[in-house]
């Protein structure tokens, strides 16, 4: 009796031990959650040194001997790439892809549920993920789902428990709430990249722009202003070839201003020198609809024509003045990398400060003309009035003179005023 109730204390104080042990490796490992989880709010780092914190964090958090991390491939295949390794080996992995719905990752990923394997050996989802050469060997796993925004973003794993121990539910729900916020902070610092990103290309962008405006100011004459635009446009876009023309006559043709990378053999069918037609292809759209185009894929385009010899992708602007199309830029690539969506927002923006500038050229051609067909009309009549008073004084002297006969005091003043008037009209 003595012995059996030692044995019930016996049990009390155990039972009680461990608990106590499991409380304070718990609470640890709370303590650590919320330091990581403030770090991971309050520090900015890039993406990569981001995910390397997530990952040590993560084996810290659970006392493992490895952890690694995989995010879903840009593409949209659905695979995984490898990114993080802590621990262990596995470093020549570090890129490589595990296919979509493969492997124990691949299930994770695709159900988005944690899964636990405490002996590797005898489940055959356990495919070495991380590796199975070397002097590490995986024993067990715990595999949590990235999750934000309701969507599996990539998977974390944290390998062998230090104390041989396995892991379990609770284990799960812990890492799992780590990795919630973990995947918040992962989105988050990729949108900041991708926002610091395209505002330094704005910046730029803007500071493209201000030079260009500087260059298109300095000049007045159209065909300049067009060459500036389109070598602008060419050096920003990366596009192989362009050309600007102003929109005239009736039907409409396109009148060459400047023109980049074409060869008289890439001329449009119909061109006649530097006048080409409008009629057909990608322009006859624009024409018609007044809006920037883009081709990303000329091949697929029903109304591409063929120009640039071997052209893969075409940018397509209409260069507005007044609400009316003055002009047209058009930019084509024979090159792998096509031209994109944001090409096509600066070449729109360059085009809008390039049909300022050349509508002040325009502006300014027609102001020139008009002073210099004034200056020729009233040179013709100066020249016209000239002779008919040289004779209108000349009369008026030989009559002063007596020559025709006497001549009275008051016919005197007649002709006074008449020879006078005849000379200021001279003289203006």
């Not at 990249?193 to 300095?218: F, H, P």
């Amino acid at each position: 009796k003595i012995f059996g109730d030692i044995g019930a204390l016996a049990a009390t104080s155990l039972d009680k031990a461990r608990l106590f042990a499991e409380t304070e490796v718990r609470a640890r490992q709370l303590a650590v959650l919320n330091d990581i989880s403030q770090r991971l709010v309050a520090t900015e780092l890039n993406v990569e040194r981001l995910l390397e914190l997530i990952t040590s964090s993560a084996v810290d958090i659970l006392a493992g001997e490895a952890g690694s991390l995989f995010l879903m491939a840009e593409d949209g295949s659905g695979d995984l790439e490898f990114k993080v390794v802590v621990g262990g080996s596995g470093k020549e992995l570090l890129g490589s892809r595990v296919p979509a719905g493969r492997g124990l990752v691949g299930e994770v990923a695709k159900k988005g549920k944690p899964a636990i394997v405490n002996d590797t050996r005898q489940d055959p989802r356990f495919q070495g993920e991380v590796t199975k050469t070397g002097q590490f060997r995986t024993s067990s796993i715990l595999a949590v789902p990235l999750m934000a925004k309701n969507k599996v973003i990539g998977v974390l794993e944290v390998l062998n428990r230090k104390d041989g121990g396995v892991y379990t539910e609770e284990d799960t729900a812990l890492l799992s709430t780590f990795a919630g916020q973990a995947a918040v902070a992962i989105e988050n610092a990729r949108l900041f990249e991708v926002t610091d990103i395209q505002l330094g290309k704005r910046i730029q962008e803007l500071e493209a722009l201000e030079r260009i405006d500087v260059e298109l100011n300095r000049t007045l004459d159209l065909k300049k202003v067009a060459e500036i635009a389109l070598r602008w446009a060419i050096a920003q876009t990366g596009a192989t070839a362009g050309v600007i023309g102003q929109v005239v006559g009736e039907p409409s043709v396109l009148q060459i201003l400047g023109i980049y990378g074409y060869r008289e053999s890439d001329y449009p069918e119909g061109a006649e020198g530097k006048i080409w037609p409008l009629d057909k292809g990608i322009v006859s759209r624009v024409i018609r609809t007044r809006q920037p185009d883009l081709a990303t894929d000329t091949a697929i385009d029903p109304n591409y024509v063929p120009s640039l010899s071997g052209a893969k992708s075409q940018i397509t602007i209409p260069m507005m003045s007044g609400g009316e199309l003055g002009a047209l830029m058009v930019l084509e690539s024979d090159k792998k990398e096509r031209l994109t969506l944001l090409d096509q927002q600066f070449a729109q923006r360059l085009a809008e400060h390039a049909s300022v500038a050349m509508e002040n050229a325009r502006l300014t051609s027609e102001l020139n003309r008009t002073l210099e067909s004034k200056s020729e009309f009233m040179g013709f009549a100066a020249h016209e009035l000239k002779q008919p008073l040289a004779s209108v004084r000349g009369y008026a002297d030989l009559l002063m003179s007596g020559m025709s006969g006497d001549v009275s005091d008051q016919q005197k003043n007649f002709l006074g005023v008449i020879r006078s008037n005849a000379q200021r009209m001279q003289t203006i």
